[in-house]
């Protein structure tokens, strides 16, 4: 069973940044591929990026070239590096964590408020 706890959310004014974190415990945390989704008010969850066990990484086209998610395995964590915000990136994030052998997991999420 794996638990994961994300931090780092919060408000922020238009074309700030945030760095949010994933804490993962009670597995073997470089085995699985990790992803970050975010779910915006009124819509329903999306894929915002991924990053392979082998740390490979991909976005959404609307957060390409602002958006940087990487892993520390040493430290069980993966991060979103967020740069350039804009209003529309108002969400709950969430981090996800995925084995074919061993299953999937959700943090609780932690929300993100882009407002001036």
């Known amino acids: 069973q794996v638990q994961l706890e994300e931090s780092g959310g919060g408000l922020v004014q238009p074309g700030g940044s945030l760095r949010l974190s994933c804490t993962a415990s009670?597995?073997?945390?470089?085995?699985?591929?990790m992803a970050w989704y975010r779910q915006p008010p009124g819509k329903q969850r999306e894929l915002v990026a991924t990053?392979?066990?082998?740390?490979?990484?991909n976005y959404a086209d609307s957060v390409k070239g602002r958006f940087t998610i990487s892993r520390d395995n040493a430290k069980n964590t993966v991060y979103l590096r967020m740069d350039s915000l804009k209003p529309e990136d108002t969400a709950v994030y969430y981090c996800?964590?995925?084995?074919?052998?061993?299953?999937?997991?959700w943090g609780q999420g932690t929300q993100v408020t882009v407002s001036s």
């Open positions: 009670g597995g073997i945390f470089s085995i699985y591929d």
């Open positions: 990053v392979t066990r082998g740390g490979n990484s």
């Open positions: 996800n964590s995925y084995s074919v052998i061993f299953g999937e997991y």
